[in-house]
């Protein structure tokens, strides 16, 4: 079993919807949570950064964290054919904790938003 | 400035080549990080540079060598490579060894021929 599971999708919707990504994870120490958005051909780039149990939302993003189930979320709201890309999932865990300074990825779910 | 700096973008090189892929950053970040990503998967971690050392190696071959010259500064040397390693490769930097908020490079896309 993989330490971070994602649905790879890919996952197709119509522009103006909502989209909801999701990740599973097993290891407790994971204590850091990171979404990243992944262009074709291009580095991935930190959309949200949470830490703790609850949601964060910056814009039409809103970062969801189950602590207590091991599943974290990110929704897009009113999405654009700009989101289209590859969105990974990615944690860390604390000092002294197993994967301490190790990012470990989801697999990534391919968006499609056409319009 | 969140920017972190790969050169060169594009390069192809033959097995009996050496060459090495540089990365900048200007954050004041303390660690550097080296991902190897192929298509349609998530990066792996090769190499963490924490305060100018080594701190992780992924059992990468030696046929990759990293390099932390400075704490702006991350090499990585190329040798003897195979066309299985071709690759996107990329550069990360975070604040510290945490890797919480790790910033990444646009990434240098290698060709082994």
């Known amino acids: 079993q993989k330490e971070v599971e994602q649905d790879p999708g890919p996952l197709s919707v119509p522009e103006g919807a909502i989209v909801s990504l999701n990740c599973t994870y097993s290891n407790s120490a994971f204590q850091y949570f990171m979404w990243y958005r992944q262009y074709s051909r291009k580095g991935p780039e930190l959309l949200m950064y949470t830490y703790s149990s609850g949601n964060k939302e910056d814009g039409r993003f809103t970062a969801q964290v189950d602590k207590s189930s091991k599943y974290i979320s990110l929704f897009i709201r009113d999405s654009q054919p700009s989101d289209s890309a590859t969105y990974l999932c990615?944690?860390?865990?604390?000092?002294?904790?197993?994967?301490?300074?190790?990012?470990?990825f989801g697999q990534g779910t391919i968006l499609t938003v056409h319009p | 400035d969140t920017e972190v700096t790969q050169t060169p973008k594009h390069l192809v090189m033959g097995m009996t080549n050496k060459k090495s892929l540089k990365c900048e950053q200007h954050m004041g970040h303390r660690a550097m990080y080296w991902y190897k990503q192929k298509a349609k998967k998530p990066p792996e971690l090769m190499f963490v540079?924490?305060?100018?050392?080594?701190?992780i190696n992924e059992s990468v071959p030696s046929r990759f060598s990293p390099e932390c010259p400075n704490s702006s500064l991350l090499n990585l040397h190329l040798h003897a490579l195979q066309p299985e390693d071709s690759a996107l490769y990329l550069c990360?930097?975070?604040?510290?060894?945490?890797?919480?908020?790790?910033?990444f490079g646009q990434g240098t896309r290698l060709t082994v021929v």
């Open positions: 990615a944690m860390t865990a604390n000092a002294g904790g197993t994967s301490y300074g190790k990012l470990t």
């Open positions: 540079y924490s305060y100018e050392k080594l701190s």
């Open positions: 990360a930097s975070s604040q510290t060894g945490q890797e919480e908020k790790a910033f």
